[in-house]
């Protein structure tokens, strides 16, 4: 089984700055991983498959990078709307399919 | 227009049974993996379960396996999750959700299963 670690658990940004959140796994992925995000009393989101390339509408302030074991979601200029647990997961081995723990932004 | 929405949870004893259905529209149901994902109460998302369009291919985690089974019924754009000998580590929201590969481009609005005495 793969396991996706992120970091940190909790990253506190203030609005209009940088928020970069990362991920690990196990073993290489290659770029098989995805970004989700997920706001209170809501399904998560899909931001960012393939490591790097953004869903359908999602904006261009979310970026992915990385590949093999190591992953990176950056988020350019926070609006308040970003705020929210983000978890990242593979798609490279499966089953099972794997998710991090999650990364919570909060307002700084 | 393209959903899904989940039914079926709702308190339960344990060691009792729930069945969930999750109805699909908008889309071409059987050419799709679908899956079962929960989330327990303030936790993270694990990954329930998956079954292919032709339902050939179906696996599930290990945390799970013995005791639920997933269906589908193409006919009628509908996924199910029979959950036996549930547990209070059952107590989650049980989304469904469709594709695998390239991630979870679709999900419902999750339904409560909560296991307690």
């Known amino acids: 089984e793969i396991v996706m670690t992120q970091s940190p658990a909790t990253l506190s940004v203030s609005p209009g700055e940088r928020a970069t959140l990362s991920c690990r796994a196990s073993?290489?992925?290659?770029?098989?991983l995805v970004w989700y995000q997920q706001k209170p009393g809501q399904a998560p989101r899909l931001l960012i498959y393939?490591?790097?390339t953004r869903a359908t509408g999602i904006p261009a302030r979310f970026s992915g990078s990385g590949s093999g074991t190591e992953f990176t979601l950056t988020i350019s200029s926070l609006q308040s709307e970003d705020f929210a647990v983000y978890y990242c997961?593979?798609?490279?081995?499966?089953?099972?399919?794997?998710f991090g723990q999650g990364t919570r932004l909060e307002i700084k | 227009q393209v959903q899904l929405v989940e039914s079926g949870g709702g308190l339960v004893k344990p060691g009792g049974s729930l069945r969930l259905s999750c109805a699909a529209s908008?889309?071409?149901?059987?050419?799709?993996?679908m899956s079962w994902i929960r989330q327990a109460p303030g936790k993270g998302l694990e990954w329930v379960s998956y079954?292919?369009?032709?339902?050939?291919?179906?696996n599930y985690a290990d945390s799970v396996k013995g005791r639920f089974t997933i269906s589908r019924d193409n006919a009628n754009n509908s996924l199910f999750l029979q959950m036996n000998s549930l547990r209070a580590e059952d107590t989650a929201v049980y989304y469904c959700?469709?594709?695998?590969?390239?991630?979870?481009?679709?999900w419902g609005q999750g339904t409560l299963v909560t296991v307690s005495s």
């Open positions: 073993q290489s992925v290659y770029r098989n």
């Open positions: 997961q593979q798609y490279d081995n499966w089953p099972p399919i794997t």
């Open positions: 959700a469709r594709d695998i590969s390239g991630g979870f481009r679709l």
């Open positions: 393939g490591a790097s």
């Open positions: 908008g889309f071409s149901f059987s050419d799709y993996y």
């Open positions: 079954i292919s369009g032709s339902s050939t291919y179906i």
